[in-house]
């Protein structure tokens, strides 16, 4: 044991001292530490935005279509890398062919990445990282209505050519890049966010909204995220995320200069996100009554989004003012897109990535410390950023608009209504839920809400409610009357029920979660500025089967632990029963309810 010890040091201590002694044998290394490692945590950091992105879709989509967004958002990414790999990275940063597109160099044979203080591999899987970003974008404005085939198709097209020809004319050494005053962005509000916002703005404009959607008038209705805890763990992923999405984009942790960029990188980039979280926050309060949550959560993102193109050239301030200007974007255009231009997106991907994408763009030809309109810097460089933003942004609509009818014509965009309807977890993936074991297995087309929000209503008083008469019943053959009780009511007051039940005497009940809503058509209230009607709100629903245990006391009992005199009460519902049977036994009527036989 000591010789295997004394053997796996030496071999240890040669892997750590070779690569120095080779680097002395060959002189001065090639490549910096520093560099290479930080850049390679950018990436790792980038990396983990997929399952960010994935979140905040998933949460707010509908319980039926989860495994479905989850699997595009993983997809994406994997077909992404290896398309990028083999010719994507090339076009995009190849040797640069009229300024337009870079030479293709399929599988980087004879990419060397120059003279970087890192190696190729580092690049490349920094850049792989940035282009499954964008093309992960469009599935949340594309959601629960398409074709699982198509995305797979897509999520190829702009990985290998798409995003790389645009990515090439700021990046990679094209005509913006070489403008009298260069096109700045610096990690990709326009050639990263808003070619993703764009090609999600064709995607969804071509496939049409969602089902149910829209009314015979046009007004929008509201269609519920399923689970607004994932969406915010989403948005929190992504914001720990974008920290090496933007900081990591110096490619550099060497000298003090680039370290202080960095810094200021990391404030601007946090500062923004607050502020524009804390607008939206402050705006939706305004406008619906209450704090929106799903669009609080956009905000954050639209913050994000709006700084990333200038984070290294504004300061403190400039990103305040970003935050606050993408803030009030990002409410203003989702309800453009859902009430007036009548695309749904069912995340706001479109308004937080697309507008607030060119927004912030062109925000940085105003709040640049260097060269800003604000600091004495003229209207160049808000010149060239505007005409970055239309350039890209007119190439990716026409191109994504020819992808999108290409493909919709050969294999089809859009799955059909009886699959919509069922959800796509089941009919794409034979998925009968992504939540086997929790709750509900199907939720159908219907919304699913939290508990219902009490509203001002007439009180009835309880001494003047309508009597309940009982009519003469069947009896058994061993001449007992048997009775069957359903009772629905909210969740919250189930335990006091359940407890009051037992002290009369009730040997069983059966308990089933139920959604559903009385006269009241649930509670009226808004999501993202559209209204929710029809509501389904979550039920208890109690059965049980009694013989001598009166069933006035029964009904006394539940009315008076139930009775609060506003909507969602409950109802209690009187059956006759024919006969029950004990299967173990074989006992029939009122001897089946008992734990012993009658006396």
Not at 332 to 357: R, W
Not at 468 to 478: F, G, I, L, N, W
Request: hydrophobic share 50%.
């Amino acid at each position: 044991m000591k010789k295997f010890s004394l053997a796996l040091t030496a071999l240890t201590f040669m892997a750590v001292t070779a690569p120095t002694a080779f680097a002395a044998a060959q002189g001065t290394a090639k490549y910096v530490s520093a560099d290479t490692t930080w850049t390679l945590i950018g990436a790792f950091l980038v990396f983990v935005m997929q399952p960010g992105f994935a979140m905040v879709e998933t949460g707010l989509t509908r319980a039926k279509n989860a495994a479905n967004i989850v699997m595009k958002n993983f997809m994406d990414f994997s077909i992404g890398s290896v398309v990028f790999w083999v010719v994507g990275f090339s076009l995009m940063f190849g040797n640069d062919i009229s300024g337009i597109i870079g030479a293709p160099d399929f599988f980087l044979s004879n990419y060397t990445g120059g003279d970087a203080p890192y190696p190729a591999l580092t690049y490349l899987i920094f850049q792989t990282v940035f282009c499954a970003t964008a093309a992960t974008i469009v599935s949340g404005a594309m959601a629960e209505r398409t074709k699982f085939s198509a995305y797979c198709v897509y999520s190829l097209v702009i990985s290998a050519v798409i995003y790389p020809i645009s990515g090439h004319w700021a990046w990679g050494g094209g005509w913006l890049s070489t403008l009298a005053v260069p096109y700045h962005d610096f990690a990709g509000s326009s050639v990263v966010h808003m070619v993703g916002g764009v090609a999600a703005l064709i995607g969804a404009s071509l496939l049409g909204p969602r089902i149910g959607k829209y009314n015979a008038d046009g007004t929008p209705n509201a269609i519920l995220g399923h689970s607004m805890p994932l969406a915010a763990l989403g948005v929190f992923i992504l914001w720990f995320g974008w920290f090496g999405f933007n900081g990591g984009s110096t490619v550099s942790a060497t000298g003090d200069a680039t370290l202080l960029s960095i810094s200021n990188i990391y404030v601007t980039t946090n500062l923004a996100a607050a502020v524009a979280a804390c607008t939206v926050m402050i705006l939706t309060w305004v406008r619906y009554g209450k704090p929106d949550v799903s669009m609080t959560l956009n905000g954050g993102l639209a913050g994000l989004v709006g700084i990333t193109a200038g984070c290294d050239a504004v300061n403190p301030f400039g990103a305040f003012a970003i935050g606050l200007i993408c803030g009030i974007a990002v409410v203003f255009s989702v309800e453009f897109f859902d009430k007036i231009a009548k695309i749904d997106d069912p995340v706001g991907a479109i308004s937080v990535h697309g507008v607030c994408g060119a927004l912030g763009t062109i925000l940085t030809g105003i709040f640049a410390v260097d060269g800003g309109l604000l600091y004495g810097g003229g209207t160049a460089m808000l010149v060239t950023q505007i005409i970055g933003v239309a350039a890209i942004a007119v190439y990716v609509a026409v191109a994504m608009f020819i992808i999108f009818k290409i493909i919709d014509a050969v294999i089809g965009l859009r799955v059909s209504k009886e699959e919509e309807i069922e959800g796509l977890d089941i009919r794409e993936h034979g998925l009968v839920t992504a939540y086997a074991g929790f709750g509900f297995e199907r939720t159908g087309a219907a919304n699913i809400t939290g508990a219902p929000i009490n509203i001002p209503l007439s009180v009835v008083e309880h001494d003047n409610e309508v009597p309940v008469e009982h009519k003469p019943a069947v009896t058994t053959s061993d001449g007992h009357k048997l009775t069957k009780i359903s009772i629905v009511t909210s969740e919250e007051r189930f335990e006091l029920l359940k407890d009051a039940l037992e002290q009369l005497g009730i040997t069983g009940m059966t308990v089933t979660k139920v959604m559903g809503f009385g006269i009241q058509k649930g509670h009226k209230e808004l999501y993202r500025g559209a209204t929710i009607k029809s509501q389904l709100l979550p039920k208890v629903k109690i059965d049980l089967i009694v013989s001598a245990i009166p069933v006035d006391l029964i009904i006394k009992t539940a009315k008076d632990i139930l009775y609060t005199g506003k909507y969602g009460d409950g109802k209690i519902f009187v059956y006759d029963v024919e006969n029950v049977l004990k299967i173990r036994t074989g006992e029939e009527g009122y001897a089946a309810l008992q734990d012993k036989p009658i006396e």
